[in-house]
């Protein structure tokens, strides 16, 4: 299938754009000790109105860090997440990159707090490698829901079913993927950057 084809794709953060060996949980027990069990009732719980910007992820850190055993400050916990669980993949950018060149229109779609949003738009929006990035506690609504991707549309000016044709969303979740096909556009489940060639050549 031609890239060209596409006037707009939108990609994934986690797992396509970044690449992480390990979970956050798994990188903190690792460097200061604190038990992945200890963080599981936060990322299983409050996190999740973080993620859709129904609660401030500074303010619920400052509830629990104190349990978590965390020396520092919120703000040090913060950078320490971002900057650990943040690695670019260097090659899926440069053909991000070509695409560009190529006059498609390239945005970033993820599920994020409004803090790591932020980082994430800093580091790879304004045009650096994406044009902007989309994330859910700007919108409201994780990528598992067609109002997300709705918002997605209304802010790129995708007002009928033939522009949305004309999009492709590229995500390693089936279930991302379901939520953006139930709103007009095209998916693709990411297994790759070789494979990602292969089905655009």
Known sequence: MEALKFKTILFDADGVVLKSARRFSEQIEIDYGIKTAVLQPFFQGVFRECTVGRADLKDELKKVIGEWGWKGTVEELMDYWFTKGTHVDEEVVEYIQSLRERGIRCFLTT??????????????????????????????????????????????????PEARKEVLFIDDDEENIEAAQSFGLQGHHYRGLEELKTFFA
């Not at 707090?113 to 409201?140: P, W």
Request: charged residues 25%; glycine residues 10%; proline residues 2%.
């Open 111 to 160: 599920d994020q707090e409004k803090y790591r949003g932020q980082y994430l738009q800093d580091l790879l929006g304004h045009g650096k490698v994406f044009e902007r990035v989309f994330y859910s506690a700007e919108i409201g609504h994780t990528k598992k829901e067609p109002a997300y991707f709705a918002f997605v549309a209304q802010e790129l000016g995708l007002s009928t």
